[in-house]
């Protein structure tokens, strides 16, 4: 099995409603979480902590579940355990290669990742922002987690 994760600042926001929304999209194509784990982290979370409701409110009306989940600090064990490792901006990227440089070739930014473009640019932080900017977040999200979501698909299908 291989473990995808998403890291963002706090893990109540971008990375969680990556998170559901990639397990949402491999679940569309037929790939188990036996076969792909999506999990998320935050560089500055604290441990515990449920999503934002805006978060929560907007994966809802995508039927995704989000109400379960609890923030998570990302660690170096977690790193470590990761196959591939995507961040919301290019200073959660550099965060993490400062907390293990072993990483290096395992994080990349989501919009680099897909885009295979270095400056792709970042998702945005919706922190603090109303449900609308939570739902332009999750939009642009799902563009990125779709085009992923068929990357891996295909790499699944050449075996790599």
């Known amino acids: 099995m291989k473990t995808i994760l998403f890291v963002c600042t706090g893990n109540t926001c971008r990375s969680p409603m990556a ?4 397990r949402g999209s491999l679940q569309q194509l037929g790939i188990s979480q036996d076969q ?11 441990e515990g902590e449920p999503a934002s409701f ?5 994966m809802q009306e995508k ?6 989940h609890r923030s ?4 170096p064990r977690l790193l470590e355990s990761a196959h591939l490792i995507l961040t919301m901006t290019a200073s959660h990227r550099q965060s993490l290669l400062m907390m293990d440089a072993a990483v290096a070739d395992r994080v990349f930014t989501l919009a ?3 885009t295979g473009n270095p400056a792709a640019g970042d998702v945005p932080d919706p922190f ?3 449900v609308k900017v939570y739902r332009q977040t ?7 987690i779709h085009q992923l979501a068929l990357q891996l698909k295909e790499r699944m299908v050449e075996g790599r």
């Open 19 to 22: 998170e559901a929304l990639l």
């Open 36 to 46: 792909i784990q999506v999990v998320s982290a935050g560089i500055f979370a604290a």
């Open 54 to 58: 805006q978060a929560v409110e907007v």
């Open 63 to 68: 039927g995704l579940p989000l109400a379960d």
């Open 72 to 75: 998570r600090r990302a660690t």
């Open 112 to 114: 680099e990742y897909v």
């Open 128 to 130: 603090g922002g109303s």
């Open 138 to 144: 999750a939009t642009y999200l799902e563009t990125l």
